[in-house]
């Protein structure tokens, strides 16, 4: 059987072919390590589920990323860009924006500060004289207190050109720029009174002259839209317009050349945004093109929201999801995928809220929200086109809402979901377009919330109102838990410590049995990715002791351990490493650990401020991989479900052992967490091989990591020659993860 361990097209012959020695207690009579396995002694067996991911609104990994949207800045919530006037470049650009308040004055933000400040009505004076002195960040030259530079406190007359380009004639959103040719005169201004999505609209008014006038938006930070020649793109506007007139919508190369344009009519309706479809097919191809929207006549339109996304050709399954984002997290291996985030339990408080009745109907309609890694976050792929893509990927899904929903409105959410059309809110799915019921599996109550009185309290209401509407839906629990019962915290933790917190989550345990649902109550509590974690901390931190002491507390409780988040702010082979021996070590454990997730799932090359460990980087024209990808795919494209016997007599090399129902394939995975190299002999009984394959994943760095230019340059590789077969040892490299795959 062809194998492809991650790389694509391998085979069985890479590795060789022998008999291999069985139970040869000699064999490390050189020194160096024994990893004894023993094929007959099957420890646990485990679904797949083990591999699995984590997708929020951190680091474009939606809105950017896997939503089909291709335009950034899609309700022209942001105000002008004041990069170019500051001469910032590379990430300094993505980390300077500009307030306004609601008498029309600038400020400019650092980003941490600006999502925080969103809200604000008076943004420039919120931050006290006491916050500003004791809240210093540079920025390129910048030096910002409390989070804001006032326009008098930029040097020369950078504050008059500030003030100019933010209030004057020609304001557009921040991730849109002026489109003019000819002798085309008129005005682009941000209006705030009477827009259709969120608190601001973009105006474009052609006052005279000849040419045309308007604005283009080139995706991602103006990172460019990949345009494919020949391929269709489809569109949608919201655009208000006093008279009847024609808009033109258009597909641009780099440079600004035309490769297609349709004509689009507008009604006169005074106040109305109307909205109007199209379709656009480019004559050719433009890695780094761009989307535009014109008048080439005088007048004035005011547009509200915009999108465009590539045709069925481009998207999953016909879903809002880039093809190419979904395959390759599909390849990854993943079986089960979380969705939750800090937009859930730290989201900006405000009329716009991340709440779930927000998220249904048309998307053009939905407003956005204010997340807490983007203040202008799209509500375009929520959590039910979450649900749609992974029943499409063959998926179990895991979403998380915030604890503040009412308990009727969380009755509600799994009626939309599940409800027939004889129920109020069946009927209104169905009417939104989704006639099926949604693959509703799991909801999560919160994201890494202090278990305190208040968390139990509403776990308890709003647990009860899903399971008065369905039985079947698991209920989650986010709370990190491996401090809570660590010795040096159990005296000073967050509600009272150890003691309390123990307290708490045998409760919650109580009343899930008392609800007769216990079989369908999860943990979720999150780990890390050190190297050495998986050898002190990740038992604690996944909730094996708090099963065990809930247990005992309750005599035959079994909390289900669901952790799906890895945790690292780093993607290079020191965190691939770290992930081979965390999901190594977790392939071991007690069957009360049935799923396990990473964070985070995608991430736009070079384009992060926040939690840089994304496992799927992207560009506009390319999709590659970092090294814990491919430690997934090592265990996910063969997965093997019975763990076996497997010990390893040094602490630095760890061994795991799988194999198949059918006793016809073994794979013993080893990892060196140590930068010397191990010699190491295996000692296998109850399966006597005839063919070997080996697979290993290295670096000549714990720093080293893949490139646009270099996207394999840390990815499994075939080993040829690994063995001898008169002698079965193995050489592991210093910082390694190898599979020996045997067959019979």
Avoid at 40 to 50: G, T
Avoid at 128 to 135: F, I, K, N
Avoid at 276 to 301: M, N, Y
């Amino acid at each position: 059987m062809a194998f492809a361990w991650g790389i694509g097209g391998a085979s069985w012959s890479a590795g060789g072919w022998l008999a291999l020695m069985v139970g040869a207690a000699g064999w490390a009579e050189g020194g160096g390590a024994v990893v004894r396995v023993d094929a007959e002694n099957v420890l646990v067996e485990r679904e797949q589920s083990l591999v699995g991911a984590n997708i929020e609104d951190v680091n474009h990994q939606l809105y950017g990323g896997l939503y089909s949207q291709l335009i950034h800045g899609e309700c022209f919530e942001e105000h002008v860009d004041p990069s170019d006037l500051l001469g910032l470049t590379g990430k300094d650009r993505l980390a300077v924006w500009t307030l306004i308040d609601e008498t029309g004055r600038p400020a400019l933000a650092q980003f941490a500060r600006a999502v925080r400040l969103y809200h604000s009505d008076n943004p420039v004076d919120r931050p006290s004289d006491a916050e500003r002195s004791a809240d210093e960040t540079k920025v390129g030259g910048l030096v910002f207190r409390g989070g804001v530079i006032l326009p008098e406190e930029l040097p020369g007359d950078l504050g008059e050109k500030l003030v100019a380009l933010a209030t004057g004639d020609e304001q557009v959103s921040r991730h849109w720029r002026k489109v003019r040719s000819g002798s085309a005169a008129g005005s682009l201004q941000l209006v705030r009174q009477g827009a259709f999505t969120g608190r601001q609209a973009q105006r474009i008014a052609f006052r005279s002259g000849l040419g045309e006038l308007g604005i283009d938006n080139a995706g991602l930070f103006r990172w460019g839209i990949n345009l494919v020649g020949g391929k269709p793109y489809e569109g949608i506007l919201r655009i208000q317009s006093d008279t009847a007139r024609q808009v033109f919508v258009s597909l641009r190369g780099e440079g600004g050349e035309a490769l297609a344009e349709q004509a689009l009519s507008l009604d006169a309706r005074p106040g109305e945004y109307q909205r109007l479809a199209f379709t656009l097919t480019p004559k050719a191809s433009d890695p780094r093109g761009r989307f535009a929207l014109t008048l080439k006549q005088p007048g004035e339109i005011t547009v509200d929201f915009a999108f465009l996304q590539a045709g069925e050709w481009g998207r999953f399954d016909g879903l809002p999801v880039r093809k190419d984002l979904a395959e390759a997290m599909i390849g990854m291996g993943v079986k089960t995928m979380r969705y939750n985030g800090s937009m859930v339990n730290k989201c900006i408080e405000g009329a716009q809220r991340y709440k779930w009745k927000q998220m249904i109907g048309p998307r053009d309609e939905r407003q956005p929200y204010h997340g807490f890694f983007d203040p202008y976050s799209s509500h375009g792929f929520s959590v039910f086109e979450f649900m749609d893509f992974c029943e499409a990927a063959g998926i179990y899904p895991l979403f998380g809402l915030r604890i503040d929903e009412t308990e009727q409105d969380m009755a509600d959410l799994v009626e939309y979901c599940l409800g027939g059309a004889e129920t109020e809110w069946g009927a209104r799915r169905i009417a939104n377009g989704h006639p099926r019921p949604y693959f509703l599996k799991a909801i999560q109550i919160g994201n890494e919330q202090t278990p305190n009185a208040e968390y139990v309290k509403r776990v308890e209401a709003l647990g009860a109102a899903i399971w008065s509407k369905s039985r079947d839906v698991d209920v989650v629990l986010s709370c990190n838990v491996g401090r809570w019962l660590s010795a040096e915290d159990s005296d000073k933790g967050a509600a009272g410590g150890a003691a309390l917190f123990l307290a708490n989550m045998i409760e919650m345990a109580r009343w899930a049995r008392e609800q007769g649902q216990e079989a369908k109550f999860v943990l979720d509590s999150h780990y890390l990715s050190a190297l050495d974690h998986a050898d002190r901390g990740l038992p604690a931190h996944i909730g094996l002791p708090l099963n065990d002491a809930i247990a005992k507390a309750l005599p035959g409780f079994n909390l289900r351990l669901w952790p799906m988040e890895e945790n690292g702010d780093r993607y290079d082979w020191e965190r691939g490493l770290a992930h081979a021996h965390n999901l190594n070590t977790m392939n071991r454990m007690p069957p009360c650990l049935e799923r396990a997730g990473v964070a985070n799932t995608f991430q736009a090359w070079e384009m992060n401020l926040f939690w840089d460990q994304g496992r799927i980087h992207y560009t506009p024209s390319q999709v590659f991989f970092q090294p814990s990808y491919y430690v997934d795919r090592m265990f996910g494209d063969e997965w093997l479900p019975l763990v076996v016997q497997a010990e390893s007599s040094e602490p630095t090399v760890d061994a795991t052992a799988k194999k198949d129902r059918e006793g016809k394939t073994l794979t013993i995975y080893l990892v060196n967490t140590d930068k010397a190299a191990a010699t190491v002999s295996l000692d296998v009984a109850g399966f006597a091989p005839v063919r070997t394959e080996v697979a290993r994943i290295r670096a000549a760095d714990l720093t080293d990591h893949n490139t646009p230019q270099e996207p394999e340059r840390v990815a499994t590789r075939m080993v040829d020659g690994a063995w001898d077969p008169g002698h079965p040892v193995i050489e592991l490299p210093g910082y390694s993860f190898t599979a020996i795959r045997l067959g019979r």
